[in-house]
Nanobody
């Protein structure tokens, strides 16, 4: 069983930056695709960014492209999400997820493991 633990959320003003981290409990992490999703109140969970661990290939939602950067740290089994120029519409609970199939899916149901989520609130 893979455990994912997110950290780094908080309350910031529009235009600020935050860095989210997700630590995984297993070294088989290196075979997965890791994704960040978010869910705002009353909305469906949506894809934010993903990274194929083995190749470092990254992919992003259009709404965050150019502002957010996903990266990995192989020595600590950690995936990070650097979020710059935050907007009020980025406010949501952010979740880290792992896809054992190591694809490039943007669909939440394709991911096998999930963290507990971390709140990001951006004030205007």
């Amino acid at each position: 069983q893979v455990q994912l633990v997110e950290s780094g959320g908080g309350l910031v003003q529009a235009g600020a930056s935050l860095r989210l981290s997700c630590a995984a409990s297993t070294r088989t992490f290196s075979l997965y695709t890791m994704g960040w999703f978010r869910q705002a109140p009353g909305k469906e969970r949506e894809f934010v960014a993903g990274i194929r661990w083995s190749s470092s290939n990254t992919f992003y939602a259009d709404s965050v492209k150019g502002r957010f950067t996903i990266s990995r740290e192989t020595n600590t089994n950690t995936v990070n999400l650097q979020m710059n120029n935050l907007k009020p519409e980025d406010t949501a609970v952010y979740y880290c997820a792992a896809d054992r199939a190591a694809g490039t899916s943007r669909v939440p149901s394709r991911y096998d493991y999930w963290g507990q989520g971390t709140q990001v609130t951006v004030s205007s």
